[in-house]
């Protein structure tokens, strides 16, 4: 089974800022099952970015996905405050499915 | 429009058993498969398992795989998780979510979640 490792745990910034997290994956992962989603409190997750690097219907551009192999980034360029949330990465592979452990936005 | 709902929350005690739903609308239930995610309170996704309604084809998380029991009634859309013998550590919210190839199988519809709550 994959694993997948987000990190930093915690990201601690202001709105404006540039918010970058990362995803690890314990084997290569084809980019085209890696995927970033958004969950608010309360709230279900919200699917952001597939196929590593392609926004979701309704994404805002400022929400960018890049990466291959076994390294994965989303890249927020500039929080907004509906921006602070959880964020998880999710691949997918021999009709299974993991997700990280999730990496939380706060506001600074 | 595609919605999944899901049935409301449950509180159990310990040993009991429990059923709960996910009904699809706005699509066709038996042309896309459905999933099962656990969020244990304050904790991430997990993955459950997932049924084709189709022809009930059923994967299974090893670490679920024996835990829970995954089915679902075509001729209602619906799909189900259920439990023989519930545990505290069951307590949970659960969300249907359907994935989809085109997008990398990712969960593209999620339902509302079911909040399962297992004390004694």
């Known amino acids: 089974e994959i694993v997948l490792t987000q990190s930093p745990g915690t990201l601690s910034l202001s709105p404006g800022e540039r918010a970058t997290l990362s995803c690890r994956a314990s084997?290569?992962?084809?980019?085209?099952?890696l995927a970033w989603y958004q969950q608010k409190p309360g709230q279900a997750p919200r699917l952001l970015i597939y196929g590593a690097s392609s926004r979701a219907t309704g994404i805002p551009d400022r929400f960018s996905g890049s990466g291959s192999g076994t390294d994965f980034t989303l890249t927020i360029s500039r929080l907004e405050p509906e921006d602070f949330a959880v964020y998880y990465c999710?691949?997918?592979?021999?009709?299974?499915?993991?997700f990280g452990q999730g990496t939380k936005v706060e506001i600074k | 429009e595609v919605q999944l709902v899901q049935s409301g929350a449950e509180v159990k005690k310990p040993g009991e058993s429990l059923k709960i739903s996910c009904k699809g609308s706005?699509?066709?239930?038996?042309?896309?498969?459905i999933g099962w995610v656990r969020q244990m309170p304050g904790k991430g996704l997990e993955w459950m398992g997932i049924?084709?309604?189709?022809?009930?084809?059923?994967r299974y998380s090893p670490s679920f795989q024996g835990q829970v029991t995954i089915s679902a009634d075509k001729s209602i859309s619906t799909a189900y998780l259920q439990w023989s013998s519930l545990k505290a550590s069951d307590t949970a919210m659960y969300y249907c979510?359907?994935?989809?190839?085109?997008?990398?199988?990712?969960?593209?519809?999620w339902g509302q979640g079911t909040l399962v709550t297992v004390s004694s």
């Open positions: 084997q290569s992962v084809s980019s085209s099952y």
């Open positions: 979510a359907r994935p989809r190839y085109s997008s990398g199988w990712t969960f593209d519809y």
């Open positions: 999710q691949q997918y592979g021999s009709s299974s499915w993991t």
């Open positions: 706005g699509y066709s239930f038996t042309s896309y498969w």
């Open positions: 049924i084709y309604p189709g022809d009930s084809d059923t």
